[in-house]
């Protein structure tokens, strides 16, 4: 139970970090359907997350064996974020429009700063990246090696760069 709970803590943080700033954000619909949102001007306004990059570039950055990713569910929108959740905590993928990357308030054990997008931050079970306005984190409940996300996270760098 303790490792899922300072995910769980982090995720908390990270969420209530990213409910502030100055109003801007407007969250869009994350159907799977790709919805037109709710008719802000936001650019992250009905993306979908779950279907932004290509299945096998996120697999081969997993390493993975599989050949599919597991079942796919969108989230949110949570506060600011909205995003995708692969299997049940194997990969979650959500980003936000930002000033800047969303970090917690107290720098978490085990962190480092890497070199993804503008400004890029890894932590145990959690890869984020700020790049053209938008805030983007990869984490995982499952325990996936920090390198495995930081793949992933670099897999969805071009397609956050378009947005």
Known sequence: MGWRWKLGTAALILTLAGCGGDGSFSPGSSSDSGGSGNGGSGSTDGINV???APDAAILTAMDSSAL???DFE????SGPFIGCSWGTGWLLVQIAE???IILPPVRLE???TVDIGDVGEACPG???F???GIHTSVSTIDRHPKELLIAVAEVFLPYVRDL
């Open 98 to 100: 930002a000033d800047g």
């Open 130 to 132: 700020f790049v053209d």
């Open 74 to 77: 969108t989230t949110g929108p």
């Open 68 to 70: 599919e990713l597991p």
């Open 126 to 128: 959690q890869v984020s």
């Open 50 to 52: 779950c279907t932004l």
């Open 110 to 112: 085990g962190c480092e």
